[in-house]
């Protein structure tokens, strides 16, 4: 095998690799929320994984191989093209912002479309199987190897680069004028517009390439295979695309969960393990079903919060005021509501653990009913996740450990004076 078809089947592969481990990602999505807009993605994934793994020289001679014809895989390589690149088309029209009227037209064109390239790719099908493609191919010169006294290869590669031009012209027209409520939809459609202005260069690349190859003349063979850098950067942005913004959410997702490990520990392990609402609470470095186990730790977190609060006392408050005051400007810019809830916490944390030691095995009793409310305890439940991450972020600051040793001075028992007269 010459070392740049080496080099080529080493690219593929690896893109199909990545896109087979996006495809496993985007079913186990599929399966938890069943969408339209799930379904075609994880469609357009294995679809690119088949393509890219046919594609390969090596794929393609082993299908060749085994259907007797050599330039076989060629058949489905392309239709895979034309559905992933269909499918890119019907997303960016499925979220396309319209009034509610409108919902009914925008699916009629999507129907429409996906009929359009049905019927292109049962042409390619019927024009393939008709042409008399005897002789070796090669994985990387197809559509020039064949055309020239060949209608049927000609009328095959006429309606595919049809279909393919019509799913990135339109694509990148409608990925231009579309600007979704969605940020992630956004970026989705930002970055098929960028794409498909990049994959139109295999269009270009190819199309002067077949017709002189057509006339019989090979002078431009090679800029045809240099289409397929195009096609191949393209693929990256439309993935990408589909999956940059999720994959970008999941990080955030489980760096949060992991932030948010100190202050469970705290509130929750710390308090009664019967507050996790299942096992695995101590890891919050899940790799799946991330966002469950994030919701799930805030969820308990806000419970532990609760009991804690029983044990909780004024003092802590007090004194992060009076500190922050005692700092003056120095105190602009703190979070003194995130850091009087962590002095708080970790202040009745601390007279829990006190009275576990004065009980001796023994349940504690709270020592009465708990002081007002903690900072941010109204806030709306799309918001408690930014809250408590800072308090998270806030349990180690250095003004709650100050606190947290002014509330131990003030509780001190203070040394008496003797009384005059007293036993001497």
């Not at 930002?190 to 498909?196: G, K, Q, R």
Request: proline letters at 6%; charged letters at 15%.
């Amino acid at each position: 095998m010459p070392v740049s078809e080496r080099t080529t089947t080493a690219i593929y592969l690896s893109i199909a690799f990545l896109n087979l481990l996006v495809t496993c990602w985007k079913t186990l999505a599929l399966l938890r929320e069943r969408t339209t807009t799930l379904a075609l993605i994880t469609t357009s994934f294995a679809t690119s994984v088949l393509v890219y793994v046919v594609a390969s020289p090596v794929g393609y001679r082993f299908v060749g191989e085994v259907t007797g014809r050599p330039s076989f895989a060629t058949l489905p390589v392309y239709v895979g093209i034309v559905i992933c690149y269909a499918i890119t088309h019907v997303l960016t029209l499925l979220w396309t912002p319209v009034t509610p009227g409108e919902h009914r037209s925008v699916h009629r064109r999507a129907l429409s479309w996906s009929a359009a390239y049905g019927a292109a790719i049962v042409l390619m099908g019927v024009t393939f199987s008709a042409a008399d493609l005897t002789g070796p191919a090669d994985p990387m010169r197809f559509n020039t190897a064949f055309v020239q006294g060949e209608p049927l290869v000609l009328a095959f590669l006429l309606v595919f680069l049809s279909a393919f031009s019509c799913a990135t012209l339109n694509t990148a027209r409608l990925g231009r004028r579309t600007v979704p409520d969605d940020p992630s939809v956004q970026h989705s459609v930002a970055c098929f517009s960028i794409a498909m202005v990049i994959v139109f260069g295999y269009i270009v690349c190819n199309v002067p390439a077949i017709a002189l190859a057509a006339a019989g003349n090979h002078s431009l063979d090679g800029i045809g295979v240099l289409g397929s850098v195009f096609g191949t950067v393209g693929t990256f942005v439309t993935s990408y695309g589909m999956s940059g913004a999720a994959i970008g959410a999941w990080l955030r997702e489980r760096r949060d969960s992991r932030a948010l490990q100190p202050l469970w520990r705290l509130v929750v392990a710390g308090v009664d393990e019967k507050l996790a609402l299942g096992p695995g609470g101590r890891n919050g470095l899940r790799l799946v079903n991330v966002r469950f186990t994030l919701h799930r730790r805030v969820i308990e977190i806000l419970d532990g919060m609760r009991v804690l609060r029983a044990w909780s006392s004024p003092l802590a408050e007090q004194s992060v005021r009076r500190l922050a005051v005692a700092l003056g400007d120095d105190a602009r810019g703190l979070d003194l509501d995130a850091i009087t809830t962590a002095a708080t916490l970790r202040d009745a944390m601390a007279r829990l653990s006190a009275a576990r030691l004065e009980a001796a095995g023994a349940v504690p009793v709270a020592p009465g009913p708990p002081h007002r409310a903690l900072p941010g305890e109204r806030t709306a439940a799309s918001d408690e996740r930014r809250r408590l991450l800072l308090v998270a972020r806030h349990l180690d600051h250095p003004l709650v450990a100050a606190a947290l040793r002014d509330v131990r001075r003030r509780e001190e028992p203070q040394d008496l004076e003797p009384v005059a007269g007293g036993p001497g």
